[in-house]
C-alpha cells in the first residue's frame, strides 16, 4: 500500500503541470475571422495585428477571410464558434451598428460576442469631383442648393459611407441622393470622372485620390485636424459636432469567452497599435489607433448603435436590406 501511494504521489506530481500547461491559452494555433475579402481594410489591419499577436503569444494566429452578405457570414461564424478564444475575428461598424438594424442580421451585436478590442479607426471625408470647383463647406452648401440635392456615391446601401452621408445631409438640412455602388474602387473612380459629385469615403480609401487632386476634400469626421491633411477642417469645427465620428475595426469572440483571454489579447492590441512603427503604418493608411480596454469598447458598441439606428430610421432604410 505505502508503494501504492508513493507512486500515486509520483504521478499526480506529474500530471499538474501537463493539467496547468493544458490550460494554458493558447496553446494552439488561433483562428482569426475577416468578414471581407482580401486586401481591403479589414483585412490589412487583421493581418498586422495577427502578426504581432503570433510573436507575443508564441502561437500562430492565423487570418481566414469569410465575405459576404455585409459581413454577417463571417460575423456569424464568430457568434457560432466555441468560446474557448481559438476562434476571434474582425468585427467594424457596418457589422455591429449597421447590419443588425438593415439586414436583420441572425446574430445580435452585444449578446452574440465578446467584445475584445478596439483596433483602429479611418474617419469619413466628404469629397467632391475636382470639376466641381467645390473645396470648402460654403462652396458645398451653394453646389447642393443650385443642384437641389446633396448626390453622393457609396459602396452600396446601407454602408457606412452611405450612412455618414444620410447624417451630412440630415445635418445639413440637405436634400439626399445617394448612389450605390458595388464596390469603394467603382464608386471612386466614377466620382473622379464626373459622374456623381460627391463622396463619403473613408480616408484609408480617399487618400492617395486626394493626394493626386483628383479629389477635394470638403471636411472629415475627426475628432481634430489630421496630421497629413492639416489644412483640411473637421466637421466640429465648422459647428458639426454631431458628424465626428470613424469607420471602426474591432476584435470579437463569441460569447462567453473566458475573461482572462479577453484580457490577454486586448492588453496585447493596445499594446501593439502603441507601437511607433505600427502608428507610422496605420496613419500611412489613414487610421487611427484610440486603445481601450474590453469595457470601455463595449459601451463604444452600445452608444454606437443607438447614434446610427437614429440616422438609418430617419433615412426609412430599417429591414430594407438584401
Given at each position: ?122 474617419p469619413v471625408v466628404l ?133 482572462a483571454i479577453v484580457e ?59
Amino acid at each position: 500500500m505505502k508503494r501504492y501511494l508513493i507512486m500515486l504521489l509520483a504521478a499526480l506530481a506529474v500530471s499538474v503541470p501537463a493539467v496547468a500547461h493544458c490550460e494554458e491559452w493558447p496553446s494552439r494555433p488561433v483562428r482569426v475571422i475577416v468578414p471581407f475579402g482580401a486586401g481591403g481594410s479589414g483585412d490589412t489591419l487583421a493581418r498586422m495585428l495577427t502578426d504581432g499577436l503570433s510573436s507575443a503569444f508564441g502561437h500562430q494566429f492565423i487570418v481566414e477571410n469569410r465575405a459576404g452578405a455585409g459581413g454577417s457570414i463571417g460575423a456569424q461564424t464568430i457568434a457560432t464558434a466555441p468560446a474557448d478564444g481559438y476562434v476571434i475575428g474582425v468585427t467594424n461598424l457596418s457589422i455591429l451598428s449597421l447590419v443588425p438594424v438593415i439586414n436583420k442580421a441572425p446574430y445580435d451585436p452585444l449578446k452574440s460576442f465578446s467584445h475584445i478590442a478596439y483596433m483602429a479607426g479611418a474617419p469619413v471625408v466628404l469629397s467632391a469631383n475636382a470639376k466641381t470647383g467645390v473645396d470648402n463647406l460654403d462652396r458645398f452648401k451653394r453646389y447642393v442648393e443650385e443642384h437641389k440635392a446633396f448626390t453622393f456615391a457609396s459602396s452600396g446601401v446601407g454602408s457606412d459611407g452611405h450612412m455618414m452621408g444620410e447624417a451630412i445631409g440630415a445635418a445639413l438640412k440637405m436634400t439626399v441622393e445617394h448612389v450605390p455602388y458595388k464596390s469603394a474602387p467603382q464608386a471612386l473612380m466614377d466620382i473622379v470622372s464626373g459622374h456623381v459629385p460627391f463622396s463619403t469615403f473613408t480616408l484609408s480609401s480617399s487618400a492617395q485620390f486626394l493626394r493626386d487632386k483628383m479629389l477635394t476634400a470638403v471636411a472629415v469626421t475627426s475628432a481634430e485636424r489630421l496630421p497629413d491633411f492639416p489644412d483640411l477642417p473637421t466637421f466640429r469645427e465648422l459647428g458639426y459636432p454631431e458628424l465626428e465620428g470613424t469607420t471602426w475595426f474591432s476584435l470579437s469572440g463569441p460569447a462567453g469567452m473566458p475573461p482572462a483571454i479577453v484580457e490577454k489579447l486586448n492588453k496585447e492590441i493596445n499594446r501593439i497599435v502603441s507601437l511607433p512603427e505600427v502608428q507610422a503604418k496605420l496613419r500611412r493608411d489613414g487610421f487611427q489607433a484610440k486603445p481601450m480596454s474590453a469595457a470601455e469598447f463595449t459601451t463604444l458598441v452600445t452608444r454606437e448603435n443607438e447614434r446610427w439606428r437614429q440616422v438609418i430610421e430617419r433615412a426609412g432604410l430599417v429591414g430594407k436590406g438584401g
